[in-house]
């Protein structure tokens, strides 16, 4: 492969605008399967790139209507796999592998299956032919923000991995495309298949979704059994999250200190150790162990087989905690928030 060399203040090769070489997508036609979060801004960013694309969904789906709308041109994803050169799988990640055995056999030698989420290809729900490139570039933010940074002209930064090299050029290829829909601007950063779906899972398991969700609402019943009212319990644990994570956000967690007041500070540096203690480093490595031995992955599986009884279940449950309704009433006091949370994204990738 004619690798890129990178910028060489990282751990990992860090590719930019300079490192990529647009010829390995200028002359081909990409299909991007789903006009969801990610595909409507790969396949409109790539368009304004001029990069052939053609959008694939089923006849029946309702984003028909919003990709032709867009100036897209739009087929089913069987068509559109078959006229491609490269085929960027953005649909759900449980609907992949019924799609993926759909468009196999339009797979030509030296085609690449692209993916923007490693989880199939890694845990083998998906097993490409050896005649494909198979590589990874996942924008490292949700769609509509990747499509509005190319319109301004900057970047968002992505990963990219390359899992199958059957051309001997996968890698340059996937940075052309990283290229072409803005993230090169921003910096490319190469990682593995493995690497970016363990530690993707781990994130929002143990830390973003998972983690988050459970301090917050310990933190709310500890107040509230304690007998302070629902609505400081949720300002003081809920609302006032998203100030200390915009902060960490910006300026890493030390910018959060230096934001606080001195007794903040002094509290949370000598009673956040006491509250995440060493007990939850050793559940946090179970769950990463899980991850790992592919356990979370093969429950996952069969839990979509057997219809997510028990997703269904424990959603129910946290619809009903006492913090999502006194949050309802207290969210209509800022109703000029609506617009901006309106726009958050469902996952954090
Ligand atoms: P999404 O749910 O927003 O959109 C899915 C699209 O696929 C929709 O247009 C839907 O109509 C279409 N679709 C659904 N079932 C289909 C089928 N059977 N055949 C054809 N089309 C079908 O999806 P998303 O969040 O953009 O995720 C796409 C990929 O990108 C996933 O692998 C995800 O892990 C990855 N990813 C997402 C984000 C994000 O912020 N949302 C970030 C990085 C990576
Ligand atoms: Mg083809
Ligand atoms: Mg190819
Ligand atoms: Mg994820
Ligand atoms: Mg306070």
């Known amino acids: 492969d004619s690798s890129p060399s990178g910028d060489e203040q990282f751990t990992q090769p860090v590719y930019h605008e300079s490192d990529a070489d647009r010829r390995h997508v200028d002359d081909k036609t990409v299909a991007v399967l789903g006009y969801g979060s990610q595909g409507h801004a790969h396949a409109q960013n790539l368009a304004d790139s001029d990069v052939d694309v053609v959008v694939g969904l089923r006849e029946t789906s309702d984003s028909r209507r919003a990709a032709e709308a867009d100036g ?7 068509e559109a796999a078959s006229e491609a050169d ?57 769609g509509h923000l990747v499509r509005r940074n ?18 001997g050029e996968a890698r340059q290829e996937a940075l052309a495309y990283a290229d072409a829909i803005g993230c090169a601007r921003a910096g490319v950063v190469e990682t593995t298949f493995r690497e970016e779906t363990e530690t993707d899972l781990f994130g929002e398991q143990a830390v973003l979704c998972g983690g988050v969700a459970e301090l917050t609402k310990a933190g ?24 200390i994570v ?27 150790d006491a509250v995440v203690d060493e007990s939850v480093r050793e559940n946090m490595e179970e769950v ?23 997703y269904k279940q424990r959603r129910k449950a946290e619809q009903e905690h006492d913090i999502e309704d006194v949050g309802e009433r207290l969210r209509s006091l800022f109703a000029w928030a609506d617009e901006t949370a309106s726009e958050a994204e469902r996952e954090p990738e």
């Open 72 to 78: 897209l041109r739009v087929a089913t994803p069987v």
């Open 86 to 142: 490269v085929v960027s799988v953005l649909v759900p990640d449980t609907v992949q592998p019924d799609v993926f055995d759909a468009i196999e056999p339009e797979l030509d030698a030296g085609d690449t299956l692209q993916f923007a989420h490693g989880f199939n290809v890694h845990y083998g729900q998906i097993e490409p032919p050896e005649r494909v490139d198979v590589t990874m570039i996942a924008p490292k933010s949700p």
């Open 150 to 167: 190319y319109e301004a002209g900057e970047g968002t930064p992505a990963l990219l991995a390359v899992y199958q090299n059957a051309t």
């Open 220 to 243: 709310y019943e500890t107040l509230v059994d304690a007998g302070y009212s629902p609505e400081m319990a949720y300002f003081e644990c809920l609302n006032e999250l998203k100030l």
């Open 246 to 272: 915009d902060l960490m956000y910006e300026g890493g967690i030390g910018a959060m200190w230096d934001s606080v007041s001195d007794t903040a500070e002094y509290g949370g540096l000598t009673r956040g």
């Open 288 to 310: 990463l162990e899980e991850v790992q031995n592919g356990a979370f992955a093969t429950e996952w599986v069969a839990e979509n087989q057997a219809g997510r009884p028990s």
